[in-house]
């Protein structure tokens, strides 16, 4: 059975990057959304500009809209980080992976700034992706809604 497991995050960004590519565990990254690129495309971020970084990116953006502080007492929700893990049944490969993370994303979160991580670092070496997406509405400046 596939699975979407969602997370919410309450930190900065950088532990987040820091946990998903560390030790050169990850397959790829792709992006969508950042200043740097055209609209809703999404690039391998080893293709950014020199010092791109996602994580400072994404917390760059949510301190300008100002949705870095709590909210009605409670810790900002700063991003949300979903898991897809298809089933292992499916026998899916890194490539139909990386289409089927990027078209979810393009439907649900065509407005904010995302970073795909991919890896298949479990037991039976499965593919599955980590999606971070940013708090902010790059369209409206709001706080995400989930």
């Not at 930190?11 to 946990?19: Q, V």
């Not at 970084?53 to 760059?60: R, S």
């Not at 995302?114 to 670092?121: G, N, S």
Request: proline fraction near 6%; charge should be negative; glycine fraction near 8%.
């Amino acid at each position: 059975m596939p699975l979407l497991k969602p997370i919410a995050g309450h930190t900065g960004c950088a532990g987040i990057k820091r946990y998903l590519e560390k030790g050169g565990r990850a397959l790829g990254v792709h992006v969508m959304n950042f200043a740097w690129q055209e609209e809703h495309a999404f690039e391998a971020a080893s293709e950014a500009p020199e010092g791109f970084d996602w994580a400072a990116a994404m917390d760059a953006t949510r301190h300008a809209c100002g949705n870095d502080t709590p909210y009605r007492g409670k810790p900002a929700r700063t991003f949300k980080h979903f898991v897809i893990s298809p089933d292992p049944e499916d026998r899916i490969d890194l490539a139909s992976l990386r289409e089927l993370a990027q078209a979810w994303v393009g439907a649900y979160f065509p407005d904010h700034e995302v970073a795909i991580v991919y890896h298949e670092d479990n037991e039976a070496c499965i593919p599955h992706a980590h999606v971070v997406v940013n708090n902010v509405n790059l369209k409206t400046g709001y706080r995400m809604q989930t």
